[in-house]
């Protein structure tokens, strides 16, 4: 499909359900008024299963092939960690680009997704950021360390994570400065000084 | 001689994660043979300071100012994108004075962030006298910021559901007074940045960024447009009163005929949107002169307004047009006072990655103004170190940017 037949958005809805039947489920579309002569808004929203989410990601890139990579966001709930991919296709036109969003739950005893580095090589920063922040752990993906947490950091804590693994005891104000422990440094031995 | 001793002929040099070409601290690590890139490698998150984890422990209201905090040139953007997050989840309906107020605030901020950017790019090829006229010029643009606001760099003009001051007609005439300098002084400016040569020599078939690879990349603002990729969300999926003004992309074919991708189509893309804004500004101060006083914002009172915050349930996404490029906010309520999730992406973000195919194959000397061209938050002074043989040698900024003004010298000689 090229640019120029351009899908509507209940037809790009269609079309993922139909290439990847009960995988792509709680499709939405949303259409916000924006503006004094309520223009349209398309947000589209769909849950991915994480066994077609690269394929999805391909299927997208077959509906636009200058599909554009937001960002990736995501949270934990209950036993499941939500990733949600932000893209953005059909732009350059006016009005006429449409944001769609993958949300693909991942369960936390075995929080694994693909990664898409290797057809959005765009990706990369923010598959990082989501496994240092969220603690879910990306296959495949081409640079395979810490982004924006320090290395220093525990290595089971995770900042965005709401359960018992999170960081908040890292937390601190300066008014509590002096009350947080020091860093633990291996005590050096005397006869090496 | 052994073979080994002469076949490595390259070393690294990192640079940063503080330089004064780099206003977020980030780090480089490049791989030089003499003077020329090989290969560049990028690492992130030396200020990292927590604003999400810190967000979701406040109401929607205190988390604006907070992302007015996130960046202090686009003081508005992360706010307004933020706001827009939660009016789509509880279903704010904005005023339609208050979506022209918006548009005025996000293009006073676009001229104030190109016109400090054109600046420090000056200031990196070492040329200083333009740096200065450049920011007397942007003083005006602040100081209307300033009475239009009431502050000059942390706005505080947000509100979810519109803005907190209003343009009166007796503030019309400071606007017109403005905006008419900015036009005078913008004839100038674009003669000294397109035509100079200096400038050209400096920028033109420097840093070059495909449309490829700005692509693949997720480039976006006017470091996509560049290279020839039409994408600014004002005009892809208009927000506030966009869809009502008249303005198109801006890609450096509208002036030169071709599109080559870098640092002077960089310039010529800024520049061209400084003009832009100025024009979408005077659009809007008609039509906001024209247009009965009204309401600007849906819900004067924070209590009430909290209350129904309170009650929202749902997940939406806030995208502007941030000067840089597209700043996008996802935030989910679960019926709360404090929102449970909420990601802030920049539009540094993206263009970090599509520094390292715009500096590869430039020398050492080009490293200030092709890192400055892509208009990244900015830093203070360091050090860099060179490492080569296994002995270093330390380059302070000030050493580097003396490189980068002594090529300039030698290119005019």
Same mark, same amino acid.
């Given at each position: ?66 599909? =554009? ?107 509590? =400065? ?16 | ?413």
């Amino acid at each position: 499909m090229s640019r120029e037949q351009k899908l509507s958005p209940e037809e790009i809805v269609d079309s993922f359900t139909k290439e990847f039947s009960g995988k792509i489920t709680d499709t939405k579309v949303e259409r916000h008024k924006i503006g004094p002569s309520k223009l349209e808004m398309i947000h589209i929203w769909m849950t991915v299963d994480r066994s077609v989410y690269k394929d999805a990601v391909k299927h997208l890139m077959t509906i636009d092939e200058e599909t =554009h990579f937001a960002v990736g966001s995501g949270y934990d709930i209950e036993d499941r960690i939500e990733i949600i991919n932000h893209f953005s296709i059909y732009f350059g036109k006016k009005g006429e680009e449409i944001s769609i969003n993958f949300k693909i739950p991942l369960p936390k005893s075995d929080p694994v997704m693909d990664s898409i580095c290797d057809l959005i090589p765009g990706a990369l920063i923010s598959e990082q950021e989501k496994q240092e922040m969220l603690g879910i752990k990306v296959k495949n993906i081409p640079k395979d360390m810490r982004v924006f947490i320090s290395d220093d950091f525990p290595e089971d804590m995770y900042p965005w994570r709401k359960d018992e693994m999170n960081a908040d005891k890292m937390g601190r104000n300066l008014h509590e =400065h002096d009350k947080i422990p020091a860093a633990k440094v291996p005590e050096k031995k005397e006869d090496e000084e | 001689m052994p073979a080994e001793a002469t076949e490595k002929s390259t070393y690294k040099i990192p640079i940063g994660p503080i330089h004064p070409a780099l206003k977020e601290p980030v780090m480089f690590e490049f791989e030089v043979d003499g003077e020329r890139i090989v290969d560049a490698d990028v690492y992130l998150g030396h200020v990292h300071r927590t604003i999400e984890w810190t967000g979701m422990r406040r109401n929607p209201v205190q988390v604006l100012y907070l992302a007015e905090r996130i960046c202090g040139i686009c003081s508005y953007c992360h706010p307004m994108s933020f706001a827009l997050a939660v009016e789509r989840i509880a279903g704010i309906e904005v005023p339609e004075r208050a979506e022209y107020l918006r548009v005025v605030q996000a293009e006073l901020e676009r001229i104030c962030s190109h016109t400090l950017w054109a600046g420090v790019a000056a200031h990196e090829i070492g040329f200083d006298s333009v740096l200065f006229l450049t920011w007397q010029v942007r003083e005006k643009a602040l100081d209307l910021t300033e009475y239009l606001t009431g502050n000059r760099v942390t706005k505080a003009i947000t509100q979810i559901g519109g803005v907190r001051r209003d343009i009166t007609k007796d503030m019309v005439p400071k606007i017109e007074e403005t905006m008419g300098f900015l036009k005078d002084n913008f004839g100038k400016l674009k003669k000294i940045f397109l035509d100079d040569k200096t400038f050209k020599m400096r920028s033109q078939n420097v840093g070059v960024l495909t449309k490829e690879d700005a692509l693949k990349l997720c480039a976006v603002g006017p470091t996509g447009r560049a290279s020839g990729v039409k994408k600014d969300v004002r005009i892809d999926q208009p927000y506030f009163a966009f869809s009502e003004l008249d303005f198109d992309y801006v890609t450096p074919d509208v002036l030169t005929g071709e599109v080559n991708g870098d640092v002077y189509d960089r310039i010529i893309v800024r520049l061209l949107e400084v003009k832009q804004s100025i024009d979408l500004i005077e659009q809007c101060v008609d039509i906001l002169s024209g247009m009965p006083e009204g309401d600007i914002v849906a819900e004067p009172k924070i209590a009430k307004l909290l209350n129904q915050l309170k009650k929202a349930e749902g997940d939406g996404i806030g995208r502007m047009e941030a000067p840089r490029g597209e700043v996008i906010h996802y935030v989910k309520m679960d019926g709360h006072e404090h929102p449970y999730s909420w990601k802030v992406r920049a539009p540094t973000y993206n263009n970090i990655l599509p520094w390292i195919p715009m500096l590869k194959g430039e020398q050492i000397a080009d490293i200030p103004i092709v890192a400055a061209s892509t208009d990244p938050c900015m830093s203070c002074t360091n050090r860099v170190g060179i490492v080569q043989d296994g002995n270093r040698k330390m380059y302070s900024g000030e050493d580097l940017h003396e490189l980068s003004v002594q090529k300039t010298r030698r290119l005019m000689q």
